[in-house]
């Protein structure tokens, strides 16, 4: 909603609140004043200019030479390119040293040999979008009427030196899409009367009611239809400051009878149409549901075929509007106009906007009607339209008017405590205040006791039950007056569980190790539902999937994000690191809910690390994927309990393929994916893992503890183990770890060697082993009779002998 300050100011005295200052009050009080914009901010030096001579340039065929009255001693030449510039128009012009919008600056010309002081200018020029221009001056110069003098100030007579307020409402306030609720809430902020429009119809001899009769079909949709006539109109343009304020508002202005239609829409919120009673071919108006297949020609000269639930209005044979949407061509008010049907109209919001929907219109009054507007003033918009049509068109307007009246329009009466008031704000509001405060909002009150009993005016349909009153007094007596206390207690709201910490944790170390995340469907194929599956359970189907494409639960992350790889894979990104932390679905059985269990998984393929320069290039390979893993582990503070053996899974690579345990219970694998679902995929050699998240998240850690640096050196042993091809690193390793005793601090792998040299069926593989101890410098013998318990070990539980 666009709020013209100096529009608002007719109905609410500011008393010198500024714009901004009110744009802030009104934000407080609980509606978001989205900006404040000048249409000419930094505009200056534009003036009315009479066009005293008009004659072609005699150099150019599309520029006129005029003689312009600026409203100094003499007139100015000015050079104009408008095709509509001509003798006798009262023009907006800039002269020299003037400044228009974008800091573009006037001065003096020579255009084809002829001088120019100033410019004339078109509303475009001047800061008005070109939508909203009117029709008739969209392709050239704007003339003012002839009451503008010469030399006056051009932008006020534009209103573009106004301030316009946008609101952002949200929809239960549709109260304030228009100006006068604007007012009842400006008005309520500042401790101001609202100053209503003073209604006065002269009527005529004549009655409505032998022109027109009206019958609703629909009562349900259209419990109030009020029909007024107005004789003798003359069609025109609209007095300039109605343009401006509609053009204010965003509505582009037309003629005289459509232009009040609109400027009363804004005013009261209430929709109004205005058909051209002699285009009706009737003297009825019934109104009813569209039959199926009924075709309607809107406005916007577009034949929409309707349906059987949508309301029009009819001349009791054809539709002649889309109710609460758009009137129809065949009755569309034109230059010609001498009679005008004005239509005021209750229309349920509901069928309104089905009817806006399914045609793809969306209009000023379908927007009003589809949030509410107010019952009581359907008949008072109607007579403030009449009392316009009759001044600035010459109207008359006949006696009193048809309606069609079923409306119950009850005043809401709510009853609230004070003691429940100030419970729900913490708060010590006393009585006064809180009745200073509905007085201020212009609700009817009273208190008996500590219960207030409060009459809702039918314009705010918001204000239903008692918490809708709490909040009224609470934004009234100012959001930031109520009192501030800090939460208290063992437990503060607002923290994060380990759980979920540790959940952050891994997504940030993930991101940082430059993975990105990617968040796939929980939907897919009975096929892809079980594949890479951690727990094997019979998926669960959706009773009502949107295809078959995504009818069952997944019971792993991996297919979706193999999909996602596929998917830019085709699309040249040759490089992807993708994870995903989300839900699987395990079924409990029949007729019970899926349990949900998170996972871990990621995605890797092309090149790792890549330097163009120096020409290094680093491949995803199993150990960049393991490596992913470890990081996290390390991250977790759980790398101690974690181990790796070899795997067969169904859709991994068979000897590159690793479970990956948590304290002796495998929770997941990593690895790469068969070739046979590379190929099926598109995909390139590609590198996955995929854990339970639970195991790693619930783990129960010991306190941190510290360490002094050492100040003893350490000593390192290098030894090549030859075992049989079948016994893995990792066994080795933990055998060494367990003899080594607390002098062994680390154990690495850092070779491994199955060429010509090595018997058939064996294989060597080298460990750095570290021995220190932090009370003291270790002496050979200490390192030795170790390291002795060591070789034993491993050659008593592996067979694992020495290089030689």
């Known amino acids: 909603m666009f709020v013209s300050y100096k529009w608002l100011e007719e109905y609410v005295e500011l008393n010198g609140v500024t714009a901004e200052q009110l744009a802030d009050k009104i934000t407080r009080s609980g509606i978001e004043v989205e900006g404040v914009e000048m249409a000419a901010e930094g505009v200056k030096g534009v003036v009315i200019g009479h066009v005293l001579e008009c004659e072609p340039h005699p150099e150019a065929d599309k520029l006129n030479k005029c003689l312009v009255d600026v409203g100094e001693e003499e007139p100015v030449q000015i050079i104009c390119g408008a095709p509509n510039v001509a003798k006798g128009q009262k023009v907006a012009v800039a002269k020299v040293g003037a400044v228009l919008p974008g800091n573009f600056k006037i001065k003096k010309a020579k255009l084809r040999g002829e001088e120019s002081y100033g410019m004339i200018c078109s509303l475009q020029e001047l800061g008005v979008e070109g939508k909203l221009v009117p029709k008739d001056y969209a392709e050239g110069i704007f003339v003012f009427p002839n009451s503008a003098e010469a030399g006056e100030d051009a932008l006020s007579l534009l209103n573009l030196d106004d301030e316009v307020l946008e609101l952002g409402l949200t929809p239960n306030r549709s109260d304030c899409l228009s100006m006068l609720g604007v007012a009842y809430e400006v008005a309520a902020i500042l401790g101001k009367e609202v100053k209503l429009p003073e209604v006065e119809n002269q009527a005529a001899a004549e009655k409505a009611s032998d022109y027109i009769s009206v019958n609703v079909e629909a009562k349900e949709e259209n419990p109030l239809y009020i029909a007024k006539v107005i004789k003798n109109v003359k069609i025109g343009p609209s007095p300039l400051w109605m343009q401006t304020r509609l053009m204010s508002a965003g509505i582009r202005p037309h003629n005289n009878v459509v232009d009040i239609t609109n400027y009363v829409l804004l005013e009261y919120g209430q929709p109004l149409h ?6 009706l071919g009737s003297k009825e108006i019934l109104v009813r549901k569209a039959k199926q297949d009924e075709v309607i020609v809107t406005l916007d000269d577009a034949e929409r075929t309707l349906s ?6 009819t001349n009791g044979k054809e539709p002649v509007a889309l109710a609460g949407v758009m009137g129809g061509a065949n009755s569309e008010v034109q230059q010609d106009t001498t009679t005008v049907l004005l239509e005021s109209a209750y229309f349920d919001g509901q069928a309104v906007r089905q009817a806006s929907k399914a045609h793809g219109l969306r209009s000023e009054a379908s927007a009003r009607f589809e949030k509410g507007v107010d019952p009581n003033r359907v008949m008072k918009a109607a007579e403030r339209a009449a009392e316009l049509m009759a001044k600035y068109a010459g109207g008359e307007v006949l006696a009193g008017e048809v309606t069609s009246d079923n409306m ?8 609230i405590s004070l003691e429940k008031i100030n419970r729900v704000l913490g708060t010590d509001i006393t009585k006064e205040e809180v009745l200073s405060i509905f007085k201020r909002l212009q609700f009817e009150a009273s208190i008996e006791g500590d219960i207030f009993t409060v009459t809702v005016p039918t314009r705010r349909g918001d204000i239903t039950i008692p918490e809708d009153l709490v909040e009224e007094v609470a934004r009234l007596y100012g959001y930031d007056n109520l009192p501030k206390t800090l939460p208290t207690g063992s437990s503060l709201p607002g923290g994060l569980t380990p759980y979920q910490s540790k959940r952050r944790i891994t997504r940030r170390f993930f991101e940082g190790a430059g993975l990105n995340q990617a968040v796939t469907y929980s939907l897919t194929s009975a096929e892809k539902a079980v594949q ?4 094997i359970r019979t998926p669960v189907k959706l009773s009502m999937p949107m295809s078959e494409e995504r009818s069952y639960l997944r019971l792993s992350i991996l297919p979706q994000l193999l999909e996602v790889v596929s998917y830019n894979l085709a699309r040249q990104a040759d490089s992807i690191a993708l994870f995903e932390l989300g839900a699987t679905f395990l079924s409990n059985g029949d007729g019970e809910l899926p349990a949900e269990e998170e996972h871990i998984a990621g995605a890797l393929t092309g090149q790792w690390h890549m330097h163009q320069w120096q020409g290094e290039k ?3 390979d199993f150990y960049v994927a393991k490596g992913i893993l470890e990081g996290l582990f390390e991250k977790l503070a759980v790398n101690e309990s974690i181990s790796y053996r070899a795997a067969a899974i169904e859709g991994m690579h068979p000897g590159r393929t690793a479970e990956v345990l948590f304290n002796g219970e495998v929770i997941g694998f990593v690895g790469q994916v068969h070739p046979h679902v590379q190929k099926n995929l598109d995909l390139k050699e590609t590198y996955v893992f995929e854990l339970k998240a639970a195991p790693l998240f619930n783990a129960e850690l010991a306190p941190l503890q510290y360490e002094a640096i050492p100040r003893f050196p350490s000593i390192t042993r290098d030894i090549a183990l030859v075992v049989d091809k079948s016994t893995g690193a990792g066994e080795i390793k933990e055998v060494i770890l367990s003899a080594g005793g607390r002098l062994l601090k680390d154990v690495h792998i850092f070779d491994l060697y199955e060429g010509e040299h090595m018997e058939p069926g064996k294989k060597s593989v080298a460990f750095s082993l570290r021995y220190f101890d932090p009370e003291k ?22 067979g694992a002998q020495l290089r030689g």
Do not use: C, M, W
Not at 308 to 313: A, G, K, M, R, Y
Not at 532 to 535: E, G, K, N, P, V
């Open 532 to 535: 890479y599956a951690l727990d």
């Open 618 to 620: 680093k491949p995803v």
């Open 408 to 415: 119950e329009a009850g005043k809401a009466v709510v009853s």
């Open 777 to 798: 410098t270790l002496t050979d013998d200490e390192v030795v009779k170790a390291h002795d318990k060591v070789l034993a070990a491993v050659n008593e539980k592996t």
């Open 274 to 279: 205005a058909f051209d009673y002699d285009r």
């Open 308 to 313: 059987s639930d949508q309301l029009v209005i």
